[in-house]
């Protein structure tokens, strides 16, 4: 009973820490190619459903290439997660037919040590074929660039 005030805090403190954008300053290394990127997550809100933007590209796409889908994004104080669907329809490329695709990713960045780790499922289409079907994970090292109000 003791900490049942600051349990009532710590709950109402949840919805105001995951409604706070967070960007990051990411790097990608493979092999012998370094990239450097801006990842802004913006988690939903009661008007918006939650946005990812790479370089302030909005994930969130959806055109006669296919359509990527945010799906979820959860910020706690030391977790980031965001899950993300994209589908392609079938194709056709240097004469070869490839089928309709679908990858599936999910991402989780550590908070306080900047980690990002990244699981994708690739079914189909011409990724698997240029990829390879399965799930692939990668690791990648951000750390918070700014919080946005």
């Keep these: 009973m003791k900490y049942l005030h600051t349990l009532i805090l710590f709950l109402f403190s949840l919805p105001s820490l995951a409604a706070e954008p967070l960007v990051f300053s990411c790097e990608r290394s493979e092999k012998n190619y370094t990239e450097n990127y ?3 997550v913006v ?3 009661k ?3 939650a946005k990812v933007f790479v370089d302030d590209r909005d994930l969130d796409q959806v055109s006669e ?3 990527q889908n945010i799906k979820n994004v959860l910020i706690t104080e030391s977790t980031v ?3 993300i669907e994209a589908y392609f329809p079938p194709e ?3 004469g070869i037919q490839y089928g309709a695709g679908s990858v ?3 991402i989780t960045i ?3 040590n900047g980690q990002l780790r990244k699981a994708e499922t690739v079914k189909g289409g011409i990724l698997s074929a240029t990829l390879g079907e399965g799930t692939k994970t990668y690791q990648e090292q951000c750390v918070v660039a700014k919080k946005l109000n």
């Design 38 to 40: 801006e990842l802004k």
């Design 43 to 45: 988690p939903a809100s």
């Design 47 to 49: 008007n918006q459903k």
């Design 65 to 67: 290439m296919g359509r």
């Design 81 to 83: 997660l965001v899950s």
């Design 92 to 94: 056709s490329f240097d």
């Design 104 to 106: 599936i990713t999910a």
């Design 110 to 112: 550590n908070r306080l």
